[in-house]
């Protein structure tokens, strides 16, 4: 909504060999671990 807002934020990094993976693949994945990380609630997830 056009506002500068403090906000919880994680940085992701990953390294691939080019010659193995292309960065459609990896993309695809850093967004599924993305997406998987927005999913995290106290009731779905069983840390301990």
Same mark, same amino acid.
């Given at each position: ?5 403090? %906000? ?8 691939? /060999?080019? %010659?193995?993976? /292309?960065?459609?693949?990896?993309? #695809?994945?850093?967004?599924? &671990? #993305? !997406? %998987? &990380? =927005? !999913?995290?609630?106290? =009731? ?5």
């Amino acid at each position: 909504n056009d506002m500068i807002a403090i %906000r919880s934020m994680v940085n992701l990094c990953i390294s691939i /060999d080019h %010659r193995i993976l /292309d960065g459609l693949q990896t993309g #695809k994945f850093m967004n599924h &671990i #993305k !997406q %998987r &990380i =927005e !999913q995290y609630t106290l =009731e779905n997830t069983n840390i301990y």
